[in-house]
């Protein structure tokens, strides 16, 4: 079932589109079909569970950390974790630095983007964003290098009030990029889509989606 249904979502991704298999909740032995399948980057949303993950799995594995993620736990992941999602405060951006320093390693990190009408996600604005980025303190980082941005649209049934949220991203993704990147290459990755929108994500310029329930069934 798990290759099934990594080998049909595969066949309607464009080339250009990155597939994040979310393992969160799921027994290894669940990654471990998937890894067996050809699947190498993973996304989980727990420090803990990430880690423990990461120890007995193969070491060729990409974990992407794609919750929220406190500070006080970046140390534990900043070894080996390939790329940071949620990013959404300086603080964090600074923290990731950090223990990216202490690793001796750069480490990427997407600026997460409230676009969803739901008060509880997290998530920065467009101002919120400029106002980091433009900062002599961020530009002093060197341990972290901002790899795009990621979003997640409102838990709604509604496409065109979805399409909406991703085109809003989308347009801020380019916006950031031509103020602040133009000449950056690593600044090239939009985090949008999961299970229940990622078609809606890539029509509207997604290059990474983040896809658990339809690959390892219901949590
Ligand atoms: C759980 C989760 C996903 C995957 O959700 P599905 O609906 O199971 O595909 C994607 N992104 C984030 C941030 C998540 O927490």
Known sequence: MICEQLNSIRQELPENVLLVAVSKTK???DLQIA???GQRVFGENKV???VDKWEVLPKDIQWHMIGHLQSNKVKY????VSMIHGVDSFKLLEEINKQGQKNNR???CLLQFHIAQEETKFGLTLDECCHILDSDEFLALENITIAGLMGMASFVDDAAQIRSEFRNLYDSFLLIKSNYFRLNDNFCQLSMGMSGDYSIAVDEGSTMVRIGSTIFGSR
């Open 27 to 29: 027994p290894l032995e």
């Open 35 to 37: 890894y067996d399948c």
């Open 48 to 50: 803990q569970e990430m």
């Open 77 to 80: 992941i900043a070894p080996f």
């Open 106 to 108: 750069v480490i990427p």
